[in-house]
């Protein structure tokens, strides 16, 4: 099947934002993709105020995930992305939601609270505490991740345990020093820790690094962008996953227990 990772700036105004994934959406359909991974915290975003993505949260009944809803009628293409969801006041949820057909299918609240490089995601926001559900795409079985979760190598395991094939990643990863080499290494090191495919969507701009990738099970990229707003595509099959897992048999040849989640 076709996969689409896209990118783009996200701004302040959650409309814009939304037009924004509603024109990736579109175009990702027209080109046959099955499955379409945006990026992380797409409501909002400022360089002056880091804690806009959380003021701006929405319920999934608000006019973000509406609007979306409206444009996944249209087709029968799988789109995987975040936005902050109120919790309590003040606070909110990181949470992945997929949508097909003009539904929410999947929610992940994210587990990993980027709690690291001098910020505190945890400050004003809540943490997931179940493991996602596995969802499935024209017979291939998607473990869903985000974004700093992609340290945790127990997760990206956990999902493979459960039977995912491909794990997808909506980020916003952080520009800094070494940030785009551990970036390209850790999804090349889950794919290969796991046999999985990887479709993993970066917001870019000013703060992130963008360089949405997708990589193979052999940890390979085998479609990647730049530093710019783009919509990148791959063929992935589940028959490839089989192949390499007959070759490559790192699931079976494991020694631990599964990991389990504190």
């Not at 027209?30 to 499955?35: K, N, P, R, V």
């Not at 505190?120 to 943490?127: K, T």
């Not at 559900?133 to 990206?156: H, K, Q, S, W």
Request: charged content about 20%; glycine content about 8%.
């Amino acid at each position: 099947m076709k996969v689409a990772a896209g990118q783009f700036i996200v701004t302040h105004e959650w409309e814009r934002n939304a037009g924004q994934c509603v024109r990736l959406m579109r175009e990702a359909a027209q080109q046959g993709a099955a499955l379409l991974v945006l990026p992380e915290a797409l409501l909002a975003r400022a360089d002056n105020d880091p804690d806009l993505s959380v003021k701006s949260a929405q319920a999934l009944d608000g006019g973000f995930i509406s609007r979306l809803q409206e444009e996944s009628r249209s087709n029968t293409m799988t789109t995987v992305l975040t936005i902050h969801v109120p919790s309590s006041a003040g606070r909110a949820t990181n949470s992945l939601i997929v949508l097909r057909n003009g539904e929410v299918i999947a929610r992940y609240d994210k587990l990993h609270l980027y709690d690291a490089f001098n910020i505190q995601e945890s400050r004003r926001v809540d943490a997931g505490t179940h493991l996602p559900a596995l969802i499935e795409v024209e017979g291939m079985r998607i473990g869903l991740m985000t974004c700093y979760d992609l340290r945790f190598p127990e997760l990206a395991l956990s999902l493979a345990l459960q039977g995912a094939e491909l794990l997808v990643l909506p980020a916003a990863w952080v520009r800094g020093p070494l940030k785009e080499q551990h970036w390209a290494t850790l999804l090349a090191a889950r794919a290969l820790d796991t046999t999985c495919y990887m479709v993993a969507s970066g917001e870019c701009g000013s703060r992130n690094i963008g360089q949405s990738r997708i990589v193979d099970p052999l940890g390979v990229t085998v479609a990647g962008a730049g530093a710019t707003p783009q919509l990148i595509f791959a063929e992935v099959t589940g028959e490839a996953v089989r192949q390499i897992r007959e070759q490559l048999p790192v699931l079976l040849n494991r020694r631990f227990a599964p990991p389990q989640l504190l």
